[in-house]
């Protein structure tokens, strides 16, 4: 369903040129859980951005679905994106000002999705990932495994395809990390394809694929 | 664990996925960019104190300034036909090299000469300016303004009659000792404020009259019509058989409408023209004589101005407001500008959840327009304690200075000027951010 094509991603200031990403070629399937693993810097976060039409690659091409999105304009990346992706974040990236049902809301407010049906929607997904009483609560109210169910919430609310996990369990203990890695096998059992950056070898163990990068390139 | 798996599939390939809309429906979008601004205000009390306390302050200023402006400039009691008028209160005389001049309101002499014979004006009333004496009640001194007027007078204004009727050409023509006086004045002087004034007898500077009519009281900001006591000009010490053009006089042309103003300016120039020269007034010769019949603001600026200063008055009271309005603007551009990199995760998070860049921007506008209605609601309270003190406290006699639809709506448009001003600008910014930059600061 996602197919990435001798893709490079060079960062230049004007003085520095960065090459994040070099000749990377990766087709996720769907239904896959895959996780990319590398040291810090090696360009997971930034492959999984342009997994993600988060960024734009320097060259190369991104098709999700057969389709090249090179030459999608700001309103048809932000349909594929509201449509078909879901991301969760390592630092969960909840709104403060917004309770957690309003947090969950977000990806349905771009549709047009009329005021009740978007909460049932929202409090379908807490259910699902075991916050249903905690609807009213604000993130400060929660602790971090609490946040990023929320997370994980928003993410499947609107019901992608295909959920991008940036390090998800990087700023929890394990107990909670396997918590969180237990959703994601449900929602991959489900149908979803996955997509996580992990430091964390077991967690990566757990997926369909391990994907390794180092310095920019893919090593297996 | 995930909770409610046996119940609820995890699936997230349900069919609910309703069509992407690229946009919130409206009431959504109001609802969810006021509750996010109101979170936003909350948050930084300090931002919102500053925010609100410019736009509040400026425009309380904005709309007590407007309404004085109005209260002073448009047509109100007792000068409803302002509109409609036009008014000659000056005449300036020279002599031959410039070096002497004297300038001052008109005579009444000039007035039924030149003014009353004019062919194309509706009515030409006259009153005097400002008169003062004094009146005595139980050995306490009143002090008073007055005016000499004649009858014509009480038909291009329209002075509210609480008691009696005003006087008219008959009554003056006989030289009746006559007054109408205001209900201020009926307070003051009767020691029965409730009885009927008419009929009774006021002592003013030792000469008697019989009141004949009770008005209701002009507010002193205008000066054409407001007094404590009118007579006839026939009546002692209105100086009406005075010789030569200057005095103490002025004219109230009423046209049929605004559109003559034109004919009746060119119709008094030309009379004005005509005038024998050299004018001998107070033992001199003059040959220039400048007056013109003017509206109700080009006559206010001619006291202050030696040319007609309309347009320079409006061009320099516009700046004056531009600038005013456009400091806080400028501050409030600035917060949010300064603000916006502390919001660039919330906007990362949207974006990636799919709000384009054009909703974006709208939530921005919105919410802006929301903290600077909530500063314009401020400010209509503000004015309103202001104003109403401005009209109880006294300052100015009379005072009635309101929040007219006008001066609200020009509230309003300042409020929709600053709510895109302030908005737009941070929105721009904020929708051309790219998302990855964005959700990497921790805001």
């Known amino acids: ?220 | 664990m995930l909770a409610g798996r046996a119940s609820t599939s995890p699936s997230p390939h349900e069919p609910h996925t309703p069509p992407f809309k690229g946009g919130i429906t409206y009431p959504d979008m109001l609802t969810n960019a006021i509750k996010i601004a109101w979170k936003v205000l909350l948050r930084h009390p300090f931002y919102t104190f500053i925010t609100l306390f410019g736009i509040s302050l400026t425009l309380t200023v904005l709309m007590v300034l407007t309404s004085f402006l109005d209260h002073l400039l448009a047509p109100h009691y007792p000068e409803h036909k302002r509109e409609r008028m036009l008014y000659i209160s000056r005449v300036a005389l020279r002599d031959s090299a410039r070096q002497s001049s004297r300038t001052g309101p008109v005579s009444f002499r000039f007035i039924d000469t030149y003014v009353k014979t004019l062919k194309t004006p509706e009515k030409v009333g006259l009153t005097t300016f400002f008169g003062f004496a004094n009146s005595y009640v139980n050995g306490k001194r009143i002090s008073l303004q007055t005016k000499f007027t004649d009858a014509i007078f009480w038909e291009v204004t329209d002075f509210e009659f609480l008691e009696g009727k005003p006087y008219n050409a008959q009554t003056i023509a006989q030289g009746h000792q006559v007054a109408v006086i205001t209900d201020d004045l009926k307070r003051q002087y009767f020691e029965d404020e409730t009885a009927p004034a008419v009929g009774k007898n006021i002592d003013v500077d030792n000469v008697r009259y019989r009141v004949i009519g009770v008005v209701r009281a002009a507010p002193v900001t205008r000066p054409t019509t407001a007094g404590d006591i009118y007579f006839p000009y026939t009546v002692p010490k209105s100086n009406y058989q005075s010789e030569g053009l200057s005095g103490s006089y002025v004219a109230l042309i009423l046209a049929r409408t605004p559109a003559d103003f034109g004919a009746i300016k060119a119709e008094f120039d030309g009379v004005v023209s005509r005038i024998p020269r050299p004018v001998l007034e107070g033992g001199n010769k003059y040959v220039v004589v400048e007056t013109a019949a003017s509206t109700y603001l080009e006559s206010l600026l001619s006291n202050f101005f030696e040319a007609q200063a309309t347009a320079i008055f409006f061009s320099v009271v516009g700046l004056f407001m531009l600038l005013f309005m456009a400091l806080p603007a400028i501050n409030l551009v600035n917060v949010n500008v300064s603000r916006i990199m502390e919001r660039a995760s919330e906007i990362g998070i949207r974006k990636a959840f799919g709000a384009p860049a054009r909703t974006l921007v709208w939530q921005f506008v919105v919410e802006n327009l929301f903290i600077t209605f909530l500063g314009g609601a401020i400010a209509l309270l503000l004015s309103g304690v202001i104003i109403w003190f401005i009209n109880t406290s006294g300052w100015i006699a009379r005072a009635d200075l309101t929040i007219n639809f006008a001066v609200f709506a020009f509230s309003v448009l300042v409020c929709v000027v600053f709510g895109l001003l302030s908005g737009v600008v941070p929105a721009f910014r904020m929708a051309k951010l790219p998302i990855a930059e964005a959700l990497k600061s921790n805001g």
């Open chain 1, 1 to 220: 369903m996602l197919h990435l094509k001798n893709i490079e991603k060079v960062y230049r200031t004007s003085t520095i040129e960065t090459l994040a990403l070099n000749n990377i070629n990766l087709a996720i399937k769907k239904g896959e859980f895959v996780s990319v693993m590398g040291p810090s810097g090696c360009g997971k976060s930034t492959l999984l951005n342009i997994m993600g039409l988060l960024d734009e690659p320097s060259e190369g091409s991104v098709e999700l679905d057969g389709q090249p999105v090179a030459s999608y304009r700001d309103r048809e990346l932000a349909r594929l994106r509201n449509q078909k992706i879901g991301f969760i974040f390592q630092s969960f990236h909840l709104i403060p000002d917004l309770s957690v049902l309003d947090n969950v809301e977000i990806p349905l407010l771009y549709r047009s999705q009329n005021g009740k049906p978007r909460s049932e929607y929202a409090r379908e997904a807490l259910e699902k990932v075991g916050l249903a009483n905690r609807v009213k609560h604000f993130p400060r109210q929660l602790s971090g495994g609490q946040k990023q169910r929320v997370a994980i919430a928003r993410a499947i609310v609107g019901n992608p395809e295909l959920i991008l996990a940036d390090e998800p369990t990087g700023n929890l203990d394990s107990g909670m990390g396997n918590e969180i890695m237990n959703i994601l096998e449900t929602l991959n059992g489900g149908g979803a394809t996955i997509v996580m950056v992990t430091h964390d070898e077991q967690m990566a163990k757990r997926t369909h694929r391990l994907i390794r990068l180092f310095d920019g390139t893919q090593v297996s």
